[in-house]
């Protein structure tokens, strides 16, 4: 059973900065691609930042220049470091990591994490 897990979530002001991390029980998480994406409340989920296995990244226009992902390779794990926070970052933020290959596509997201942005 593959486990994606989000951590670091939390309440924070605006300005603020948070550190959110991502942990895949995948084997050869390094080949997989992860993204961060965010769903607040009556909104639709957002892609917010990529990171492919050669770390290629790719931002949104809504965070770009403030969040910064990143990847361990010795650790299975990816990071969304999150700078000068807004209210309107307020959402879930989930991780999803997939791997396309010829005949098949690996596909698996965590379960979310709250991030708050409230004076």
């Known amino acids: 059973q593959v486990q994606v897990v989000e951590s670091g979530g939390g309440l924070v002001k605006p300005g603020g900065s948070l550190r959110l991390s991502c942990a895949g029980s995948?084997?050869?998480?390094?080949?997989?691609?992860v993204h961060w994406y965010r769903q607040a409340p009556g909104k639709q989920r957002e892609l917010v930042a990529s990171?492919?296995?050669?770390?290629?990244?790719n931002y949104s226009s809504s965070v770009r220049g403030r969040f910064a992902i990143s990847r361990n390779y010795t650790e299975n794990t990816a990071y969304l470091l999150m700078h000068s926070l807004k209210d309107e970052d307020t959402a879930t933020y989930y991780c999803?990591?997939?791997?396309?290959?010829?005949?098949?596509?690996?596909?698996?997201w965590g379960q979310g994490t709250q991030v708050t942005v409230s004076s």
């Open positions: 990171i492919d296995a050669v770390m290629e990244r």
């Open positions: 995948v084997r050869d998480f390094n080949a997989y691609t």
């Open positions: 999803n990591i997939r791997r396309v290959l010829v005949h098949e596509t690996h596909d698996y």
